[in-house]
């Protein structure tokens, strides 16, 4: 989810802590104004850095604000009600809503697809695995995958490091490779080049990725290449 979605699916949340946090700092003694100043900058200060230098703007870089933020929204309610147990209170609501979170929310970082891939490395954990990327960032999600095969290779097409597959000693002798291979790439080409550096031509698909949210599948195909 991106910033600017956010903020339109919570400006009226984002807009009513604002003005309980405005009428907490008028309330409070010197101390107390300290904590909340302590507690908000920080988080003001990060988001808007967050969103100036990052290129992709999606909600894990707003996760590292997320305690200081839960401590200021009661800190604010401490300062502006006043009321009998409202420590015990405030706690207990804290504990209630973590404790929903837990019982109710789907984590939104897990691979609901990912048993297959790891599945699929098991069996072919003998073979040559090699990721495919045009970047240097996205092969991190497969490190679980990769742990698995004895023997791992990253290559970037944008550095033409495919070439690296001709005449390697380890293809030559094992005779195949399990390639894993973006969606947003082009399969038929690559595929092409790889068969031609590597001299097989037999792809069987091992895994397909499913069709969902980017975020919550594994956005690539794996495929066994031999001769």
Same mark, same amino acid.
């Given at each position: 989810?991106?910033?600017?979605?956010?903020?339109?699916?919570?400006?009226?949340?984002?807009?009513?802590?604002?003005?309980?946090?405005?009428?907490?700092?008028?309330? !409070?003694?010197?101390?107390? &104004?300290?904590?909340?100043?302590?507690?908000? =900058?920080?988080? %003001? #200060?990060? @988001?808007?850095?967050?969103?100036?230098?990052? !290129?992709?703007?999606?909600? &894990?870089?707003?996760?590292?604000?997320?305690? =200081?933020?839960? %401590? #200021?929204? @009661?800190l604010m309610a401490g300062l502006v009600w006043d009321f009998p147990y409202k420590t015990r209170v405030l706690t207990g609501i804290a504990a209630g809503l973590v404790l929903l979170g837990l019982a109710t929310s789907t984590p939104?970082?897990?691979?609901?697809?990912?048993?297959?891939?790891?599945?699929?490395?098991?069996?072919?954990?003998?073979?040559?695995?090699?990721?495919?990327?045009?970047?240097?960032?996205?092969?991190?999600?497969?490190?679980?995958?990769?742990?698995?095969y004895h023997h791992s290779l990253i290559l970037n097409t944008t550095r033409g490091e495919l070439e690296v597959l001709e005449n390697d000693p380890l293809l030559e002798q094992e005779g195949r490779v399990v390639v894993s291979l973006?969606?947003?790439?082009?399969?038929?080409?690559?595929?092409?080049?790889?068969?031609?550096?590597?001299?097989?031509?037999?792809?069987?698909?091992?895994?397909?990725?499913?069709?969902?949210?980017?975020?919550?599948?594994?956005?690539?195909?794996?495929?066994?290449?031999?001769?």
């Amino acid at each position: 989810m991106k910033f600017s979605s956010l903020w339109r699916k919570h400006a009226v949340i984002v807009l009513l802590l604002a003005v309980i946090a405005l009428a907490a700092f008028r309330r !409070s003694p010197g101390p107390q &104004r300290f904590y909340l100043l302590l507690t908000f =900058l920080p988080t %003001l #200060g990060f @988001f808007l850095v967050t969103v100036k230098f990052t !290129s992709f703007q999606t909600l &894990r870089y707003l996760m590292p604000m997320l305690p =200081l933020m839960v %401590l #200021g929204v @009661f800190l604010m309610a401490g300062l502006v009600w006043d009321f009998p147990y409202k420590t015990r209170v405030l706690t207990g609501i804290a504990a209630g809503l973590v404790l929903l979170g837990l019982a109710t929310s789907t984590p939104n970082g897990l691979y609901p697809g990912y048993a297959a891939y790891l599945d699929a490395a098991q069996t072919y954990q003998d073979v040559p695995f090699v990721v495919v990327n045009d970047n240097y960032f996205n092969h991190m999600k497969f490190l679980p995958e990769m742990m698995r095969y004895h023997h791992s290779l990253i290559l970037n097409t944008t550095r033409g490091e495919l070439e690296v597959l001709e005449n390697d000693p380890l293809l030559e002798q094992e005779g195949r490779v399990v390639v894993s291979l973006p969606v947003y790439l082009d399969q038929s080409a690559l595929l092409e080049q790889i068969c031609q550096s590597t001299g097989f031509r037999q792809v069987t698909t091992l895994c397909t990725s499913p069709n969902g949210p980017r975020d919550r599948e594994v956005k690539a195909n794996v495929y066994l290449i031999s001769r």
